[in-house]
């Protein structure tokens, strides 16, 4: 299962988001739902650190991809518009196959990674 946690700050606004494990949908290399997924979520990645030029703490590996950003960036229309849109994106292949991905939103972790 491929699971996408999207972080909110105490303002409700999304501070970083968490994305593990593969959807399985088929064999590595074929399994176009975590090809889905991970297009969004990189997508967004470059979106912010080149469209809307933030700096980000960012770790990518096999698996697994964490991001998050500081508070003075947040509250921006184009970074919020950036990650909210990954967020509804990957919600609706969430709803379409459920068995292999779940994203959900909680508060921010105290000591974020």
């Keep these: ?22 959807a399985e ?20 990645r470059l979106g ?3 469209c809307a030029k933030i700096e980000l703490q960012a ?3 096999a698996g697994e ?3 998050y950003w500081q508070k003075e960036d947040r509250g921006r229309q184009d970074v919020a518009a950036i ?5 509804l994106a990957t919600q609706e292949i969430a709803r379409r196959f459920p068995e292999h991905v779940k994203s959900r939103s909680e508060r921010e972790p105290v000591a974020p990674w």
């Design 65 to 67: 991809l964490r991001l």
């Design 48 to 50: 912010l650190e080149r």
């Design 83 to 87: 990650v909210a849109t990954a967020e």
């Design 1 to 22: 299962m491929l699971d996408v946690t999207f972080y909110r700050d105490d303002r409700d606004r999304i501070c970083g988001l968490l994305a593990r494990g593969h």
């Design 59 to 61: 770790t990518q590996e």
């Design 25 to 44: 949908f088929d064999e590595h290399g074929q399994d176009i739902v975590c090809a889905a997924v991970s297009a969004i979520l990189l997508t967004a």
